[in-house]
T-cell receptor, first 116, second 110 residues
Framework: DAGVIQSPRHEVTEMGQEVTLRCKPISGHDYLFWYRQTMMRGLELLIYFNNNVPIDDSGMPEDRFSAKMPNASFSTLKIQPSEPRDSAVYFC??????????????FGSGTQLSVL | KQEVTQIPAALSVPEGENLVLNCSFTDSAIYNLQWFRQDPGKGLTSLLLIQSSQREQTSGRLNASLDKSSGRSTLYIAASQPGDSATYLCAAYNFNKFYFGSGTKLNVKP
């Protein structure tokens, strides 16, 4: 398996623009997580899905952020409108169910977002 | 809410030295604890996972231990190499979430 695949690797946009980040989890994994990493706050969980259903979105910072998982092999994280403080590395991760046992968490390479 | 702390934030050692990275967590009701490695500009790679019923896990030169009662985990790296230079993060799983520490940045000098 190619692992968790994220695109784009880098995104530079201007304040106010819409940004869409994409993720393809490992085939067969039914948990998908979106994280944000910054120097100041470290790694923060934004939202996670189980079997394509959002389970916990309490980490989504504002209504400007939304995430979808239309099928088991694809998820998007959208920011509209984007702001400079959204600049960070966004990671997608997936695991088999349940993650509470012996299943490791697998991360994608991340999307480096810069909002000017 | 679970709080995970890693000390020190950065560590520099000469090649060949054995070293220990520390991770502490405030809520001992965890299901498992994972140690990750993150190279610059890359994602996190899971190194070791210790279930709550286990005391330690080993993989090659890495050994991770878990003491739930004291809320601590350690990652032991034997005979460190320059290729071990990276940031190491621990994550505790409970309340249906992974809670990450801020990491220890390790530099192994040749």
């Amino acid at each position: 398996d190619a692992g968790v695949i994220q695109s784009p690797r880098h995104e530079v946009t201007e304040m106010g623009q819409e940004v869409t980040l994409r993720c393809k989890p490992i085939s067969g994994h039914d948990y998908l997580f979106w994280y944000r990493q910054t120097m100041m706050r470290g790694l923060e969980l934004l939202i996670y899905f189980n079997n394509n259903v959002p389970i916990d979105d309490s980490g989504m910072p504002e209504d400007r952020f939304s995430a979808k998982m239309p099928n088991a092999s694809f998820s998007t994280l959208k920011i509209q409108p984007s702001e400079p403080r959204d600049s960070a590395v966004y990671f997608c991760a997936s695991s088999l169910t349940p993650p509470a046992t012996n299943e490791k968490l697998f991360f994608g390479s991340g999307t480096q977002l810069s909002v000017l | 809410k679970q709080e995970v702390t890693q000390i020190p934030a950065a560590l520099s050692v000469p090649e060949g030295e054995n070293l220990v990275l520390n991770c502490s967590f405030t809520d001992s009701a965890i299901y498992n604890l994972q140690w990750f490695r993150q190279d610059p500009g890359k994602g996190l790679t899971s190194l070791l996972l210790i279930q709550s019923s286990q005391r330690e896990q080993t993989s090659g030169r890495l050994n991770a231990s878990l003491d739930k009662s004291s809320g601590r985990s350690t990652l032991y790296i034997a005979a460190s190499q320059p290729g071990d230079s990276a940031t190491y993060l621990c994550a505790a799983y409970n309340f249906n979430k992974f809670y990450f520490g801020s990491g220890t940045k390790l530099n192994v000098k040749p």
